[in-house]
């Protein structure tokens, strides 16, 4: 059964599109409020014996916030992922009309990767191209698949993340391509379930499998009113945070799910979570669920 993570894209920038973002973050979303915030978080999941913790340079001062609160007599306890490949540039406003650029280039690498380790103060365990799609011209630049061979020779495990209704088409595109990859983070959750038979693959073929959007940015919580999947969980005894988490913990390919939370609330009803079977008449058409993710404001 999959082990649960800290992910902290909601909590190193001030705009988000969770559901509810501008309501659980502090009054004034300043560097140090934020700062708080996260070590907080990093704390409290630390203490429940949460031992992932998933960040990228687009994330704000995610990993600045994480590298701060890691102690060297924890850090052979920690797994820590993050991704490069998205640029933040919202200058922490949380109404900036763009918040991040996306750029898979072999420059973007040598800028970031730097980046990274200084921030982190030293390498992640995991390190992943942000959310690869299958038209991304990555896969095929050589050069970039040979830098990152390097890294994984050098004991970082290299990977990818995904979005879009694509997700399997992309993840199969990487297990064939002979690249170096052996981890892969992917948005799966009760509503938008497409890329599960390319993650059970990517597992099958030893890789290293994380849920990301286990509450599809909020709309699997209380946030979403009354939808179908609020009034099941209600019906249940059980939060629509907790029983959509556990739906994602039970899939057998999967590795780590993450929690996004920002609070401390949050947290804590992420990591009570509960099975109760497969949950298959909450499934969306793959385009459907990300036509909503895509309409979702920054906040």
């Known amino acids: 059964m999959a082990s649960i993570g800290l992910g902290l894209a909601a909590l190193g920038r001030p705009g988000y599109i969770n ?24 704390e409290l999941a630390w203490q429940a014996g949460v031992r992932y913790f998933d960040a990228a340079r687009s994330y704000g001062l995610a990993e600045q916030f994480l590298g701060e609160w890691l102690r ?16 933040y540039v919202a200058d922490w406003r949380s109404d900036a009309d763009v918040h991040e650029v996306k750029d898979h280039s072999l420059a973007t690498f040598e800028r970031q990767w730097p980046e990274t380790l200084q921030a982190l ?14 038209d991304s011209p990555a896969l095929a630049d050589k050069r970039l698949m040979d830098r990152l061979r390097e ?21 199969r595109r990487a297990l064939a391509s002979g690249t170096p990859f ?42 979403a009113g009354d939808t179908p999947f609020t009034v099941f969980a209600r019906q249940h005894g059980v939060a629509p945070d ?8 039970a899939q057998p390919w999967a590795d780590v799910v993450l929690s996004g939370a920002t609070t401390a ?26 036509t909503e993710r895509s309409a979702l404001p920054w906040h």
């Open 72 to 87: 060297p007599e924890r850090r052979a306890e920690l797994t820590i992922g993050s991704k490069w490949g998205y640029t």
């Open 121 to 134: 103060g030293g390498p992640p365990d995991i390190y992943l191209v942000h959310s690869l799609t299958s």
């Open 151 to 171: 890294v994984a020779d050098s004991g970082v495990r290299v990977g990818l993340s995904t979005s879009g209704p694509r997700q399997g088409e992309t993840i």
């Open 265 to 290: 609330a949050q947290l804590a009803s992420n990591l009570a979570y509960r099975t109760d079977g497969p949950l298959t008449e909450f499934v969306q058409r793959p385009e459907e669920y990300w």
């Open 19 to 42: 559901l509810g973002h501008d309501e659980d973050l502090p009054p004034r979303r300043a560097v140090e409020d934020l700062r708080a915030r996260t070590h907080e978080l990093l």
């Open 182 to 223: 052996s981890v892969v983070q992917a948005t799966w959750n009760v509503l938008e379930t497409s890329a599960g038979d390319a993650l059970a693959e990517a597992h099958d073929a030893g890789w290293f499998v994380v849920i990301k959007e286990a509450v599809a940015n909020g709309r699997l919580t209380e946030r």
């Open 242 to 249: 907790a029983l959509a988490v556990g739906a994602a913990v």
